[in-house]
């Protein structure tokens, strides 16, 4: 599965990179990264949520690094979901803002299958990784992941509302709002 989003937020580049570059703030924002714990200087533990209730977790080095720039990493040894990719702080050309791209290469547990098995559930995951950088972009804006009145639980909503990316009605779909 390969991956790419981009945001811009209202903050300098070397802002944005900083908050990222603390992994433990990643857990904020990321709807399925329950923690990240920095391991050594270039590398860090990570524990995620996965389908069914499961967890995964995997040791990961950056493999490039360029101060209020770039950071790229790399899943090490036996990973159950292998991954790597690049986040990108570019400024804007306004100079008050910063473009934030994330490029991620991983492995989904069971090959189509497990795509397919994900979709079904609401784990779509284009969606998940927009998600995941408009969450970046409030708290890096406002100080906090702004919920509504109908999700204020924030990750725990998930299981009540499973993320799809937007689409027109099925035929199925269509004829049952027309009943109701």
């Not at 690094?65 to 790597?84: D, F, H, K, M, Y």
């Amino acid at each position: 599965m390969e991956l790419t989003a981009t945001t811009t937020v209202r903050k300098p580049a070397a802002e944005a990179y900083t908050f990222w570059r603390r992994f433990e703030n990643l857990a904020e924002f990321m709807a399925h990264v329950d923690e990240v714990r920095q391991t050594g200087g270039q590398t860090s533990h990570w524990r995620a949520s996965a389908p069914f209730g499961r967890t995964v977790e995997w040791d990961a080095e950056i493999t490039e690094e360029v101060p209020g720039q770039t950071i790229a990493w790399r899943s090490l040894g036996e990973a159950e979901v292998p991954n790597s990719g690049v986040v990108r702080f570019v400024p804007a050309p306004d100079t008050a803002c910063t473009e934030v791209s994330v490029h991620l290469v991983y492995e989904i547990p069971g090959g189509e299958l497990g795509k397919a098995v994900a979709k079904y559930f609401g784990e779509e995951p284009h969606q998940q990784l927009d998600d995941d950088l408009r969450r970046f972009k409030q708290v890096l804006e406002t100080g906090e992941v702004v919920r509504s009145d109908g999700a204020p639980w924030g990750k725990r909503a998930r299981d009540e509302f499973p993320q799809r990316p937007a689409r027109p009605l099925s035929p199925d779909e269509r004829a049952e709002e027309e009943i109701a």
